[in-house]
């Protein structure tokens, strides 16, 4: 079967999934529902040779799709090197705080953290989906660790397991 | 203890919930069919501009219709070839000739001097590929009276160090123009020759001059520079390969003009005329007021002579019998004040001479004039600017009728229609993805 009755019940399935990985990529939930309607959109044409299993290519879509928009929409953007105010305490600190750090990752920095560390894919996984080489992902995600320590501190003892 | 991926999973939490989305699938076939709409588009766009370019540079190349062999004849015009003409060894010889044009020719990467030819019977342009020729000036090619042979100066291999800026030029050569064979006749040299003439005597035999460069690369300035050992003139026929020395008074050497019946005109000024079979019988005369070389026409008979007279050209023409051991006693021909050349008697009162048309900053053309009346007839117009000394006439048809012939093609550029194809298909490139990122999924 791979007509509009698998594609709906893969929707059905997985959109939710898709959501959160697109919610941690974009930080917003308005943009993750907009990735997320115009990824799936997108392996629609594809959609028959790809049923039997969807997940990586609509994961591939989604990936650049969030880093195209990433690069459409910087320009509009007003960068600063000072974060807004971070609640001092309390139990939404912490997911603001990764929030935000994540914010200031390079979008494919963010991708590779998103994909290695929530998504659990492999580095050769991680690799396909972004379309480079694995020693890109390993460098990437180093740097990208790194920079959460410096804007996360207390992620530091988590990230030591990871960082290794 | 937490993770980077409990870290995360808490922050994903917050993400929208999920659940079915109806209408998804509608619009991915939607957005599918407008993303293959819009390539269509664009790739038939591409191919129309392909196929434009491709049409254009048909119809710019395209050669003219051309009349069925007729009687060979002059064309009414000369036109100078677009560089980028092809050539006969692609178009294969084009038969009798009725001129060689001198042009520039073009490759893709260079520019060289080239001589086109002019088909006598049907007007049709292509470059000769004359094997290993070597363009030395005005000696350096030579057309047959009757069109049917071209010859001309080949480079090779020397001796010793070759005086390469020079060619090296190492013999002369004929070409056939109606079967393409070429037959060369090498000179023995160290250095390479330096061409002094190279003039038809009667449609079957060449008669040419050249000096022994002295020095070749390797040697020094004025050695490279200077002559020496003279050959004298030569008489070769290329059908039999028989070549004579030719005695002329006081071993003049650069031959002016010719009978086309085996007599030629020697020495600057015109010294004398000989025969190439009975050279002990030359016609030593002088020539009044007479300016610039090649310039001067001889009679079938080697009896009346005709030339731009005075110290500048273009000036009035002169005209006057030959006679043994005197000095030309002459006429001006009458209303003739702006000739540059005289190319040839066509009857006992006509000479073809070349002017330019109505006297003033204009084309130059060929015309007939009665030497008594001064009354001038246009036999065929040069291409502009070249005041008609480039091109060379097949003698034998300038008495004839001419033919009104087409202009060759003018082949646009071959680089420029490779970069406009490729700036089309970039375009349509370009094209592409703007489209198929515009198109909102």
Do not use: C
Not at chain 2, 219 to 245: T, Y
């Amino acid at each position: 079967m791979s007509g509009p009755e698998s594609f709906e019940e893969y929707v059905a399935a997985r959109r939710g999934a898709l959501l959160r990985t697109a919610y941690l990529l974009t930080g917003h939930r308005e943009d993750a529902e907009d990735l997320v309607q115009v990824a799936l959109v997108k392996v629609v044409p594809r959609w028959g040779r790809i049923a039997g299993d969807p997940e990586p290519y609509v994961r591939k879509v989604l990936v650049h799709e969030s880093v195209n928009r990433w690069r459409r929409r910087r320009w509009r953007e007003v960068h600063t090197d000072r974060l807004p105010e971070a609640p001092v305490a309390g139990p939404g600190a912490d997911r603001v705080a990764l929030q935000q750090a994540l914010a200031r990752l390079a979008p494919r920095q963010r991708a590779v953290i998103v994909l290695r560390y929530y998504d659990d894919l492999t580095e050769a996984e991680t690799a396909r989906v972004l379309g480079v080489a694995v020693g890109t992902v390993k460098s990437q995600a180093r740097d990208a660790l790194v920079r959460l320590r410096e804007l996360v501190p207390d992620l530091g003892h988590e990230l030591e397991d990871v960082g290794r | 203890m937490t993770t980077l991926h409990d870290r995360l999973a808490d922050l994903a939490d917050d993400a929208p919930p999920g659940g079915p989305a109806p209408g998804l699938w509608e619009r991915g076939r939607r957005y599918h069919r407008q993303r293959r709409a819009g390539t269509l588009v664009i790739a038939a766009a591409v191919v129309l501009g392909l196929i434009a370019l491709g049409s254009l540079d048909w119809w710019r190349a395209r050669p003219e219709p051309m009349p069925a062999n007729g009687a060979p004849a002059l064309p009414q015009r000369i036109w100078m070839p677009s560089p980028w003409l092809p050539g006969t060894d692609e178009t294969g010889p084009l038969g009798q000739l009725a001129a060689l044009q001198p042009a520039a020719r073009r490759s893709w990467t260079a520019v060289h001097d080239g001589v086109a030819g002019v088909s006598a019977t049907t007007g049709e342009y292509a470059f000769l590929d004359l094997p290993d020729l070597v363009l030395t000036g005005l000696p350096g090619i030579a057309l047959a009276p009757d069109g049917g042979h071209v010859a001309y100066w080949y480079s090779g291999e020397t001796a010793k160090s070759p005086n390469s800026a020079t060619g090296p030029v190492v013999g002369l050569a004929v070409y056939d123009t109606s079967t393409g064979a070429v037959v060369r006749h090498p000179v023995e040299t160290d250095h390479g020759v330096d061409p002094v003439s190279l003039s038809w005597a009667d449609p079957a035999r060449v008669v040419y001059a050249y000096y022994q460069w002295a020095g070749g690369d390797a040697d020094s300035d004025m050695e490279r520079s200077s002559g020496r050992d003279p050959s004298g003139l030569r008489v070769w026929a290329p059908s039999s390969g028989r070549d004579d020395p030719v005695r002329s008074p006081g071993g003049a050497d650069d031959v002016e003009a010719s009978t086309a019946h085996g007599q030629v005109l020697v020495g600057s000024g015109g010294s004398a005329i000989v025969d190439v079979d009975r050279p002990d019988h030359a016609v030593r005369f002088t020539v009044p007021n007479h300016g610039f070389g090649n310039t001067t026409a001889i009679d079938d008979h080697g009896t009346w002579i005709a030339w731009p007279h005075g110290s500048s050209n273009p000036g009035p023409i002169a005209y006057g019998r030959i006679v043994e051991g005197e000095r030309v006693d002459y006429q001006e021909v009458p209303g003739t004040r702006r000739a540059f050349s005289v190319r040839a008697w066509l009857d006992r009162h006509h000479v073809a001479a070349v002017q330019r048309v109505g006297g003033g900053i204009g084309p130059s053309a060929l015309f007939s004039i009665d030497v008594r009346t001064g009354t001038s007839t246009e036999i065929l117009r040069y291409p502009l600017d070249t005041y008609g000394t480039t091109t060379l006439l097949a003698t034998d048809l300038i008495g004839a009728p001419t033919a009104e012939r087409p202009a060759p093609p003018t082949p646009l550029d071959p680089r420029k229609v490779a970069g406009g194809a490729v700036a089309v298909v970039l375009g349509g490139l370009g094209a592409l993805v703007l489209w198929r990122r515009r198109v909102r999924a």
